[in-house]
């Protein structure tokens, strides 16, 4: 029993893995109850037992697997990470559930499996169910069919995948097993249950006995739609509201919807696609084409039998199709045309979609072919048709089929009217535009008054299906002149329709046709005018009141929303106007005078003829005063033209008469009901007034008015062809200029451009100027509404009047035309019902293309030219490609029948010459702008190939296909192009080139898009497959496409459609699917009314970009009540359909104005950080372009849409450079106020400002740059640093515009990039500065190097990267420039590198052409200026350009000199402090004073911090790095730059980035290997060596847990770090340099590597291992003894007292202690041996001997009694002497340790030990060697008095008066000269010195009291000197001495080779003794390296100074200061006490 009470302990997770049945029991049992307790979902707790679940359901003990299946399914509904488990748990259940005898287990497993389908993980599940039917255990396959049935059963066929299922199922009947097969029979009925017929296809395989009783099954079940019982989580809303709609027993609509939606299912997907193309007769063609008609026969059955099957596999097909096509329309034998249709409609069914690129080739024939009269041929005939139609759309054959419409043959038109009919069931009525149904319905129009009955009755047929698609709105207007009886005749057929899309379409319409209620009308019209709820305001309420007040008022009020594309009430009255105007018939003069007379004075109409015209202008005043007075209703409108018009009527002599005549036409046209009639009557008499010079304005304001009543398209088409049918010149100038302002007044809206284009062309050719400059006119009015498409008509006229018209043109480029004024209460026809769902409106003039002259072309396109087009010869390819270019050229615009073209053309896209790809595709692009639009219809068979050619390996054709499909796109739209599996089928190749081009041109398409066909997921499968191509640029690409992919087909159908990857590829893919997801952009929005067209309709590029800023104006307008002027305004803009109408800006600010009231900038906590991140983890596109594409203008929009006020926003991104302006003019206004937000988008701002400089225009460039140097002075004084993000993004844009030619600009990019010193440090601008040297803009050069020069002189040379000898390389490359300013600016920069530096310069700049080298002597000697001192050094961070206004200033630079000077002192005044120079950064500042008056009263405020941003701190510091390994330039380069080299080089060495720390170690590798370089190491070793160990603990701690990355990497670095090592410790002086505390971190690290079992495991680890063995050895041997006994001793400590550290790591330390005590023999003599004692009396006090014998191991006191007892032995008693750093020694343990050893040695020699204390014992042994002692001492000064041996000898007299303090050296010198006793004394003075320098850095304050007095130098002219206490003069190198050591206690570097670092070793008292760590060091070191490399520079600098002359220069106010600092700081200690 011992063994249970062992696993009752366990924890749950072991207990659920224990061997013991019981055991795991409890764990279940255990692990159930937690899981019912855990509340959240996400809690830690569930990832503790991902592992296991597998565990719990395959458990081999029955009992105990059936808990752990409960525990099971509670952790799979629970848990949120259950989802990850799903594979391999639900295989456990199909392999270990499935076949228990437990029917519990079973149902339990099956629970689990729908338990992991409810949490989003069916795919998965199915899968293994599948997997689980293949098993051989029947009771397996039985459980997952019934697993699947249930799934089904309550998920539904959404959820559950039913083709993979039924694909099993007729394997599944042919079973051996019955319980297989009544399982299988259950699973069926439940899958017939969902999807309904469409199972019978597939199944109709099995047995018939076994189809029989399913068929009996099927009956029984219940004809109601099945609805899901269960749903996902992700659904479960949904289930809640089905459940609230069932109590309320409302949901008799849902259940209508899901009806609908469930048998969706199509056997066609279901089945398997055949390939038959290669099972056709081998001679099928050849008998195809037999003379013998039974041959033919053979040949169609052979066809006939195969195109039986249901679904057939893509392929070309289009040899078959033309074969059959020819059968149809040629064969004479009507049973073959019938058995050749039969075999087309067998391919359309068959291939659907895909057959749609031959439909157009085969409608025609076979609709011609309708004239056989022969019922069985017509009945294939209209098979075939009807099938063809179902595999393409309406809009792709109706050019075909409206071109039979005309032909002669009744029997043709009436089965093309049929087919018609029949077509339009199929449509609804977005598929169904306005469109397509005018010219269908003009054709039909024709028919319905064929003579032929059969004709009339299909047109009437035809015409009540399209009533019944579409609703009466959008026909009627096509049917305004069928009279009642067939109106009705075409109603009574729609009522009679069956759609095949259900009625519900139908009736809605109808409803809403009959019930014209005014006030509902606008609201309802769902099939019309769906944009109601777009336009108005969301709420319901206002819409019924909008339309309700219209009706009432004016008509010029009741009309705005019908323009907008809203209200339908307008169009209503207007239609009923229409009509009585149609209808108004015209009246006889009679019944005219007798209605006059009803509402005109007598006296008028008599007086009318008058011979008088006094009295006729009485008559006209009367007639007048009448008019105004009548009522509307009762106006005669028609009878008063009449009576005007009557003798003299329009020929009236006296203008004043003839004036007021006009004046009341226009009046009676303003205010009665005016017909066309009407006006026919008075029009010919305006025109020929129009040019009167009286009465012409007269004229225009009536014809005006009459535009207004009867519409401007009718009224201008009238009255242009009045004009240009006579003679007179001044007429037709007039009329051209009113037509020009009408339509400025009226809009463009239904004008048929047509029309007036020959009349325009007429008037161009005029004799008369006048005429021809009004026409001018008109075209530029024209060309502001119809855009550059309309110089298309005007290519062949002259070209000095081409000319003209394009200067017309160019005045009118970029202006909005202006929102109509007139005309809004009545519009056209087109008009009418322009909601039709974002269908093309039918406005003539916008859809220029429509009305072009098309030429047929078809007839030229021969045979012959399409074989020549196929020669073998490729001359002769090529003369019939140049033959078809000019064809075209020739037509311009062409007829989409293009015969055989298409074929011939696809031929040569794939021609072995590419020159000739190229020409085809060039025709291809030709053939787009010519057919426009029709090209739809080619896209299939012409499109798709161009696309193929994407993947060629040529650049140029590659470029030339995607112009080509470009131009197709541009007219066709992306429609066609993505429907069907084509493009799919592209994707699919693995071709990179076709790849990256076909992703890179949908990335482009699909945001432009606002809807797409669903056949675009059939792209997703391939897309996934490019995420992980081999190519980076198909992974970059579809990287890119992903969030344009999602947002049209949505994130889940997205990620399930990763479901077929491969588990590792599906979480790659996932994370990036969540990375796209939080990229994804919005869908563009629907246009803001719906007819403006959708990217993709027809219409030219000009107006599709309409939709968004009216979309803008309109919901910034239309309040919830929408006032009818602003309503106007809007419609009026929509339909102008350009950018925007003029009025509307105006109209939108009315609700904007209080908008702008608040912050322009809203600060986004994080924001900044979150856009840095996305841009690091590429979830953006990175800053980086040469010119601006749109991608990234839109990025940075939604990037600023969050923090931009939405007002400036548009502003900023407004097509119109003047609200550029005003957006800066605000942002300038709003800098001060709004710092925080400034601050907090600046990245966003300086993006937007570098797209500014993109601009051409001048003055937003002046705006913009005036706001930059605002904007940096205003960061310098908040003291803002520009993150490295904020200034890759911008700083190369702004050196850009310093080549601006315009001097000003140049002026201002100078001062700012001076200002942005301030706020960048200067030494990281400079590479961005070097970069635009090598700009091929000579100015940029030039200034650019200029701005070097000033940077060099302001900052001295630290600022040039990557050093100084590359940049002045670079720099002296330019003196051979060919610009003479250029080679001017290079030669001044070198100089002042001179001045700074002297000759040096020459070394650095290499070797350069004799003729630069003279120059730049000649240039430096006519400078006459010797190198002056150092400019003053500032902190890298805030480096103002302040400087010591030294000769540096005055340069001489020829010109500029003045300017830099002012130019720094700007700088200087801008900066605003005068302490810049000053090192400490003002938020470490002390503020000592504050302190010292504050009166102990503690007040603990926060201070105020400084948010700096860390995240940079974990990062590779970002130096711009050395581009080359090779390290040797660097160290040549000066010597007083390599201190900065080194430190910034050492610095790399720390990176997290591998590469850059390996490029690091190899420079400084290089160095070490190199004896005469490596002592330029000296004085850096710490720093290196801390940089290492940190490098070792990243990769300790970061880089081997980091699974991505490559092993191999990793014991690179470790090879190259111990290699360095290596090298290091070879070098001895170098090796000593290390301090205690680095050599214990490194020991640290060192050991913990060694110790890290993970190396072990990895290919080349126990190498490493080998060589840190090596390297360890090396480091004892070759460190300063003293400071690695310490070392270790410490760490020994340390190791000891942590928990947590291995027994094996002290034991390696100790081993280490082990090997030096092997080595003291040798290096006693080098120990400070009172050191070593003070630190084993620490460790000691620490680790007394009981404690130490507790310790598991006895190692570790063994080790320190073996090292006391060495030390014994070899110092003998003087140990003793060497424990002067301890205090309180009688405290010691150690003091008596060694003690009792010294006694015991003593006791072992045998000599008398004195009974004394062991101090008595050592006096003695003193005593005893007096003797030898005065012979040591003689040898001493022996030695000092040798001049070999001088120093050798003061050591020895230094190290002997140390340990013998008393020992009297008086005797010896007395007989020596004074000299040589001042001599002795200032030696031993400099050794002390020295040694105390080296050896201890005091802890608490910067310099030792008893330094002090001696250390202060009192500065004289020539040597320093100070009173010593013998009162001689001491020399300037014992100075030099003590000015290191200073120098070093102050933190400051002697980076002299012969220095050394301070040891951190202790004070000779100190109060706790402790070891200086290197993270200390840190902070002297790296912190110093990454603030300021300017500050070493400025050190070594100093040092070189000293040095080189002779005197002694540190300045004492610094100690002077220090001690201050220090005294104040005593002062605040104490007082605080």
Known sequence: MGDDSEWVKLPVDQKCEHKLWKARLSGYEEALKIFQKIKDEKSPEWSKFLGLIKKFVTDSNAVVQLKGLEAALVYVENAHVAGKTTGEVVSGVVSKVFNQPKAKAKELGIEICLMYIEIEKGEAVQEELLKGLDNKNPKIIVACIETLRKALSEFGSKIILLKPIIKVLPKLFESREKAVRDEAKLIAVEIYRWIRDALRPPLQSINSVQLKELEEEWVKLPTGAPKPSRFLRSQQELEAKLEQQQSAGGDTEGGGDDGDEVPQIDAYELLEAVEILSKLPKDFYDKIEAKKWQERKEALEAVEVLVKNPKLEAGDYADLVKALKKVVGKDTNVMLVALAAKCLTGLAVGLRKKFGQYAGHVVPTILEKFKEKKPQVVQALQEAIDAIFLTTTLQNISEDVLAVMDNKNP?????????????????????????????????????????A????????????????????????????????????????????????????????????????????????????????????????????????????????????????????TGTKSKKGLETKEIVEPELSIEVCEEKASAVLPATCIQLLDSSNWKERLACMEEFQKAVELMDRTEMPCQALVRMLAKKPGWKETNFQVMQMKLHIVALIAQKGNFSKTSAQIVLDGLVDKIGDVKCGNNAKEAMTAIAEACMLPWTAEQVMSMAFSQKNPKNQSETLNWLSNAIKEFGFSGLNVKAFISNVKTALAATNPAVRTSAITLLGVMYLYVGPSLRMFFEDEKPALLSQIDAEFEKMQGQNPPAPTRGISKHSTSGTDEGEDGDEPDDGGNDVVDLLPRTEISDKITSELASKIGDKNWKIRKEGLDEVAGIINEAKFIQPNIGELPTALKGRLNDSNKILVQQTLNILQQLAVAMGPNIKQHVKNLGIPIITVLGDSKNNVRAAALATVNAWAEQTGMKEWLEGEDLSEELKKENPFLRQELLGWLAEKLPTLRSTPTDLILCVPHLYSCLEDRNGDVRKKAQDALPFFMMHLGYEKMAKATGKLKPTSKDQVLAMLEKAKANMPAKPAAPAKATSKPVGGSAPAKFQPASAPVE??????????????????????????????????????????????????????????????????????????????????????????????????????????????????????????????????????LKWLTLRFFDTNTSVLMKALEYLKLLFTLLSEEEYHLTENEASSFIPYLILKVGEPKDVIRKDVRAILNRMCLVYPASKMFPFIMEGTKSKNSKQRAECLEELGCLVESYGMNVCQPTPGKALKEIAIHIGDRDNAVRNAALNTIVTVYNVHGDQVFKLIGTLSEKDMSMLEERIKRSAKRPSAAPVKQVEEKPQRTQSISSNTNMLRKGPAEDMSSRLNQARSMSGHPEAAQMVRREFQLDLDEIENDNGTVRCEMPELVQHKLDDIFEPVLIPEPKIRAVSPHFDDMHSNTASTINFIISQVASGDINTSIQALTQIDEVLRQEDKAEAMSGHIDQFLIA???????????????????????????????????????????????????????????????????????????????????????????????????????????????????????????????????????????????????????????????????????FPIRTLKTLLHTLCKLKGPKILDHLTMIDNKNESELEAHLCRMMKHSMDQTGSKSDKETEKGASRIDEKSSKAKVNDFLAEIFKKIGSKENTKEGLAELYEYKKKYSDADIEPFLKNSSQFFQSYVERGLRVIEMEREGKGRIPISTGISPQMEVTCVPTPTSTVSSIGNTNGEEVGPSVYLERLKILRQRCGLDNTKQDDRPPLTSLLSKPAVPTVASSTDMLHSKLSQLRESREQHQHSDLDSNQTHSSGTMTTSSSSTANIDDLKKRLERIKSSRK
Not at 1126 to 1139: D, P, Q, R
């Open 411 to 451: 029997t043709i038109k009436q089965q093309t009217s049929l087919f018609i009919a029949r077509s339009f069931r199929h449509c609804t009525a977005s598929t169904l535009p306005k469109s397509l149904l005018k010219p269908f319905c003009a054709a039909l129009l024709k028919h319905i008054n064929d003579s």
């Open 453 to 568: 009955p059969d004709v009339r009755d299909a047109a009437f047929e035809a015409l009540g299906t399209a009533l019944k698609v579409v609703g009466e709105k959008a026909v009627n207007p096509f049917l305004a002149d069928v009279d009642k009886l067939k109106l009705d005749k075409i109603k009574e057929c729609s009522e009679k329709v069956e759609l095949v899309h259900g009625k519900k379409a139908g009736h809605a319409a109808d409803k809403k046709e009959f019930k014209p209620v005014p006030g509902r009308a606008a609201a309802s019209g769902a099939t019309g005018d769906k944009d109601t709820k777009d336009i108005s305001a969301p709420k319901p309420g206002p819409l019924k009141k909008a339309p309700a007040t219209k009706p009432g008022g004016p008509p010029k009020k009741g009309k705005p929303a019908a323009l907008g594309g809203t209200g339908s």
């Open 1112 to 1245: 803008d104006s309109v919901s910034g307008t239309v309040e919830p009540k929408p006032d009818p002027k602003k309503a106007k305004a809007l419609g009026v803009s929509s339909k102008a359909k350009t950018a925007q109408g003029k009025k509307v800006p105006s109209k939108t600010s009315l609700k904007e104005d209080e908008d702008k009231s608040g912050p322009i900038f809203i600060v986004v906590p994080n924001g900044k950080e979150q856009r840095m991140k996305d841009e690091k983890g590429l979830k953006v596109l990175k800053w980086n372009f040469t010119t601006p594409r749109d991608e990234y203008i839109e990025q940075l929009k939604t990037q600023m849409s969050s923090c931009v006020a939405k007002w400036l926003q548009d502003e900023m991104f407004h097509s119109d450079f003047q609200h550029h302006n005003k957006a800066l003019a605000v942002m300038v206004d709003h800098l001060e106020s709004e710092k925080e937000g400034v601050i907090g988008c600046l990245d966003l701002i």
């Open 1588 to 1754: 290492t160990f940190m490098q070792l603990r990243l990769i300790y701690n970061t880089h081997m847990a980091d699974e991505k990355l490559e092993k191999d990497e990793i014991i690179k670095l470790y090879s190259c770090i111990i290699g360095n090592m290596i090298s290091l410790f070879h070098i001895e002086s170098l090796a000593r340099e290390a301090s205690t505390g680095v050599l214990k971190d490194l020991m640290h690290g060192l050991i913990t590597l060694m110790l890290d079992s993970r190396i072990e495991d990895l290919e080349e680890g126990q190498q490493v291992i080998r060589s840190v063995n090596l390297l360890v050895v090396k480091v004892l041997e070759k460190s300063d003894q003293t400071n690695i006994l310490s070392a270790l001793l410490v760490l020994l400590q340390d190791s000891l007292l942590a928990t947590a550290s291995s027994p094996k790591f002290s034991e390696l330390v100790m081993k280490c202690l082990w090997r030096m005590v092997r080595l003291l023999p040798d290096t006693i003599n080098s120990i400070n041996l009172d050191r070593i004692l003070l630190d084993i009396h620490i460790f000691m006090k620490v680790f007394p001997k009981e404690k130490l014998k507790q310790c598991k191991s006895e």
